[in-house]
């Protein structure tokens, strides 16, 4: 039962372009969602956040949109770097990630210059 | 500020032995978490410690244990290793009532 979906296991976008990433989920608990970014032979880093009792949160380049009628969230990275090719993980946790995380499969984000 | 480390980096064992591996938690973080990463797939949740207490446990046998210790250091032992036990094995920390985890780089092991 995978229980948060990441249903593009690869994306190609353009350097300087926006590159969007997208997550689902179906379990009503989870209330935290997380961004992690991993390069090959490195443990995932975290990128960014969001609780469910918002649907935006930014930090610099990176936003993540939460649509919990849609149990969705998105990644948008704007503008997109060489730097930033890697695999992302979405995550989501309940009890305000006082719990474990549950993680999707990941998409591999290249970009390209 | 030292962060999360694992050791060894890479094992390789045979089916049927057993494995220990470590994990040091970023200073000030008493909690952490062990994660199992298959090939191609996310990080899926073993179990979680506080303060030398499991606080929790994913879908896992019990021939995978752990230890916190007082320094919040960590291990997880895997008995009777099988051959889909191959992953790369993530241990993360963070400080209680945080919401982000912290993870290590990971210890591959291979089960031949």
């Known amino acids: 039962d995978q229980q948060v979906k990441q249903n593009s296991p690869s994306l190609r976008v353009q350097e300087g372009r926006i590159s969007i990433l997208n997550c689902d989920y179906t379990?009503?608990?989870?209330?935290?969602f997380l961004w992690y970014k991993k390069y090959p032979a490195e443990g995932p880093t975290f990128l960014i956040s969001?609780?469910?009792?918002?649907d935006k949160n930014e930090d610099g380049r990176f936003t993540v949109f939460l649509n919990k009628s849609a149990k969705h969230l998105s990644l948008h990275i704007v503008p997109s770097q060489p730097g930033d090719s890697a695999v992302y993980f979405c995550?989501?946790?309940?009890?305000?990630?006082?719990?474990?995380?549950?993680f999707g499969t990941g998409t591999r984000l290249t970009i390209i210059p | 500020e030292t962060g999360v480390t694992q050791s060894p980096t890479h094992l390789i064992k045979t089916r049927g032995q057993q494995v220990t591996l470590r994990c040091s938690s970023q200073?000030?973080?008493?909690?952490v978490s062990w994660y199992q990463q298959a090939l191609g797939q996310g990080p899926q949740f073993i179990f979680q410690?506080?303060?030398?207490?499991?606080?929790g446990r994913g879908n896992f046998p019990p021939r995978f244990s752990g230890l916190q210790f007082p320094n919040y250091s960590s291990e997880l032992n895997v008995n009777a290793l099988e051959l889909d036990d191959s992953a790369l094995y993530l241990c993360a920390s963070n400080p209680a009532a945080y919401n982000e985890q912290f993870f290590g780089p990971g210890t591959r092991l291979t089960v031949l």
């Open positions: 969001i609780s469910s009792i918002k």
């Open positions: 410690y506080y303060r030398e207490e499991e606080n």
């Open positions: 995550a989501a946790s309940a009890n305000f990630g006082n719990e474990k995380l549950t």
């Open positions: 379990n009503s608990m989870f209330d935290y």
């Open positions: 200073s000030g973080h008493n909690t």
